[in-house]
């Protein structure tokens, strides 16, 4: 996923940079998205974080590569765990998802 990801890149869906932290399994991903470019670190980043989202990698690569849109009963039922859902769209959209 992050090898595809420079490719789909899509400038201006923000304004400022937007940290996310994506928990995955024990894998952990932090992932800056600014208005001209991004940039990924493996790991936590000491930087404050605009949106930590914690699932299953198996559910990252549902959204990322299938399409699948979450629901409320996956935030619910406690497949995705998030403290700022309304900018995961963005997120997507960023990287033309």
Do not use: Q
Request: glycine letters at 12%.
């Amino acid at each position: 996923m992050i090898s595809e990801m420079e490719a789909a890149f899509c400038k201006g869906v923000f304004d400022a940079e937007t940290v996310f932290r994506f928990h995955l399994g024990e894998d952990t991903v932090t992932i800056v998205v600014g208005p001209d470019g991004y940039r990924v670190v493996r790991g936590a980043t000491p930087e404050p974080v605009d949106c930590e989202c914690t699932t299953g990698a198996d559910m990252f690569k549902r959204i990322w590569y299938d399409g699948y849109r979450p629901g409320i009963m996956d935030f619910l039922g406690g497949a995705i765990t998030c403290d700022n859902p309304f900018l995961l769209p963005a997120f997507l959209k960023a990287f033309g998802r």
